[in-house]
C-alpha cells in the first residue's frame, strides 16, 4: 500500500505561482512512477504533469508545457508541481497519483493505483 499526502494549494491572482508538494509512505519501493492530474466539477480528471522515478523523464498537458514543472526528490519521497503564470481556468483540484504496475502509460489515469486526497488551487483576483 501507499499513501498520498498532496499539500501547497490555496489562493493565487493570475500570473502567480504555487508549488504543490506530494509525500509518499508505505510501499515506496513499489513506485515506478508519479503524477499530477486535475479535475473539474462534473468533468473527468486530466493529466497535468508525470515524472519517471528512477529515470526522471517527465511528462507535461499542452496546457500546461512551460508554466509547470514537475520534480522529484527520492530522499523525501515527494514529488512536487511548481505552477507558474497561473490562470483562472487552472482552478481545480489537483491530485497526486502513483503507478507501481508496469506498461505504466503518464497520459493514463488506469495506469494509477494510488491517489491522494486533492488539493484546491484556485486561481482569481
Known amino acids: 500500500q501507499v499513501q498520498l499526502v498532496e499539500s501547497g494549494g490555496g489562493l493565487v491572482q493570475p500570473g502567480g505561482s504555487l508549488r504543490l508538494s506530494c509525500a509518499a509512505s508505505g510501499s515506496i519501493f513499489s513506485i515506478n512512477a508519479m503524477g499530477w492530474y486535475r479535475q473539474a466539477p462534473g468533468k473527468e480528471r486530466e493529466f497535468v504533469a508525470a515524472?519517471?522515478?528512477?529515470?526522471?523523464?517527465?511528462y507535461y498537458a499542452d496546457s500546461v508545457k512551460g508554466r509547470f514543472t514537475i520534480s522529484r526528490d527520492n530522499a523525501k519521497n515527494t514529488v512536487y508541481l511548481l505552477m507558474n503564470s497561473l490562470k483562472p481556468e487552472d482552478t481545480v483540484i489537483y491530485y497526486c497519483a502513483a503507478a507501481t504496475r508496469r506498461g505504466w502509460n503518464p497520459f493514463s489515469r488506469y495506469s494509477y493505483d494510488y491517489w491522494g486526497q486533492g488539493t484546491q488551487v484556485t486561481v482569481s483576483s
Open positions: 515524472i519517471g522515478r528512477s529515470s526522471g523523464s517527465t
